[in-house]
């Protein structure tokens, strides 16, 4: 932010179970931020847009499929034995009776066969009539009794389930549930989010000056929200007054359109007259749940929830800072709105002494160097070069570690598989 006003804000919201400075720890945290939510209910959702959701209820056939007998080739539907008189497309037949068809053509009444077009003729008989005959080549008894004819229900009777409740839908689900004539379908809850990136000294473009930052966060956070489950929406840029914030945050809904189930901000989360992510919450009759975690980076981090049920995410302005805290508060608050297990965290074998710290837990990008879980450099607060090369994040005591020791940690979101390469790739 841009001059803080250095007038410190009065802590809200300590309470009972929280650390004397009102941080929780970072476990205490995490399983806070999950435990707040619940899933959200289902919602109906347009076709078009529900490749990757989870389908909340069965989806089952309203009719038979294929709901009518068709061809399967261009040619002609005969009943009897040829030749045949070439009637009048689509008319029921009569023994003796042929008429064109078209492959996904009706079968009409009287059909029994489809005679295709490489095996049959057209000619006319001493009456004048068209007629259609075999072609030489024609395989000894073509047409047999059903041939080249799709049977109505062959794929499904009506009532049977198509896809069943529970089914993360992929594109062949859709082209199915378009095939059985569904328009919309019912799919579990997911988190809209809407992003407040505040700060007037923070840029959207270009080299930044002196006293200016690039933002770090408009151009990855709608991913990093939709890897974690959520459905990013609308990204909106404030500057650092807490008019602006009352208002991006607040009941009116011009900033920020549809209400989200969400609010991430980044910025404004310290504890100086300036920072107004707190008293924002406080002022428009939320309640703050977390109020600064012991964990570095990131320990101001704040979550709090709105009157209308909205829960809104302070995340630091720092950026390595801020994605810490997206993955200790976001992650287990997604997941939980969006009918998913909090993120798993596993251990991992460190590759290095790590000294204690007073009394935070420290998250540690590291990389795999010969399977143990070495820390990367880079990784102040406001940098993102060491967890830019980072294979995942130790979730370090304040105890430290010893080499080879066992440490909890999580994946990252793009790369999801916490476990050293293997030999060779
Ligand atoms: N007196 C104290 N000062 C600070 C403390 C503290 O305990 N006592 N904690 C420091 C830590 S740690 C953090 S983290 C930050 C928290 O800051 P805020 O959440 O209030 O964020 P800002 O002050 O607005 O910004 C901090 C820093 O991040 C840069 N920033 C902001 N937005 C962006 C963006 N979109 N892209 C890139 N960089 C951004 C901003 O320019 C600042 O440099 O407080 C510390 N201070
Ligand atoms: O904890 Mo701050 O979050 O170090 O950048």
Same mark, same amino acid.
């Given at each position: 932010m841009v001059a803080p006003a250095l007038q410190t804000v009065d802590r809200p919201g300590k309470d009972n179970g929280r650390a004397a400075h009102g941080e929780l720890t970072w476990d205490d945290a995490r399983r806070l931020a999950f435990d707040c939510a619940g899933p959200l209910g289902p919602e109906s959702m347009p076709l078009g847009e529900a490749t990757g959701r989870t389908l909340a209820a069965d989806v089952v056939a309203l009719q038979e499929m294929p709901h009518y007998a068709s061809s399967a080739m261009d040619g002609w539907t005969v009943s009897g034995d040829g030749p045949w008189v070439l009637t009048e497309a689509g008319q029921p037949l009569h023994s003796g009776e042929a008429s064109p068809v078209v492959t996904g053509g009706v079968i009409p009444p009287g059909a029994q066969a489809v005679l295709r077009v490489e095996s049959g003729r057209l000619g006319t008989n001493a009456a004048g009539q068209v007629m259609l005959m075999l072609r030489e080549? +024609?395989? %000894?008894?073509? $047409?047999? $009794?059903?041939?080249?004819i799709r049977k109505s229900g062959e794929e499904s009777a009506a009532g049977e389930v198509l896809i069943p409740a529970g089914t993360t839908l992929n594109p062949a689900h859709i082209a199915l549930a378009a095939v059985a004539g569904f328009d919309q379908l019912t799919v579990r809850g997911k988190p809209l989010v809407k992003m407040l990136v505040t700060g007037s000294e923070v840029v959207a473009a270009r080299l930044p000056a002196p006293g200016q930052v690039r933002? +770090?966060? /408009? %151009?990855?956070l709608s991913t990093v929200i939709q890897m974690l489950g959520g459905t990013p929406g609308p990204l909106v840029r404030i500057g650092d007054s807490y008019e602006e914030w009352l208002t991006a945050l607040g009941a009116s809904e011009a900033p920020m359109g549809q209400w989200p189930d969400v609010v991430v901000t980044t910025g404004g989360t310290g504890r100086s007259g300036a920072d107004h992510f707190r008293n924002a919450v406080l002022a428009l009759g939320g309640r703050l749940l977390?109020? =600064?975690?012991? &964990?570095? $980076? /990131?320990?101001p981090a704040a979550m709090g929830k709105l009157p209308n049920g909205r829960f809104v995410v302070g995340l630091p302005g720092n950026p390595l800072a801020a994605l810490m805290a997206l993955f200790t508060v976001g992650g287990p608050l997604l997941a939980a709105l969006g009918h998913q297990p909090i993120p798993g965290i596993s251990p991992v074998p460190c590759g290095t002494i790590i000294d204690a710290h007073r009394a935070s837990t420290r998250l540690m990008p590291f990389r795999w160097i010969q399977d143990l879980a070495a820390p990367v450099d880079?990784? =102040? %607060? /406001? &940098?993102m070069r060491g967890l830019a090369t980072a294979d995942g994040v130790m979730v370090v005591p304040s105890r430290g570690v010893q080499p080879g020791e066992p440490v909890p940690a999580f994946a990252l979101p793009w790369r999801p598989e916490l476990r050293p390469p293997l030999a060779g790739s």
């Open positions: 080549g +024609a395989s %000894p008894g073509e $047409p047999r $009794p059903g041939q080249h933002d +770090a966060f /408009g %151009p990855q977390i109020d =600064g975690i012991a &964990m570095r $980076p /990131g320990h880079y990784t =102040g %607060p /406001g &940098m």
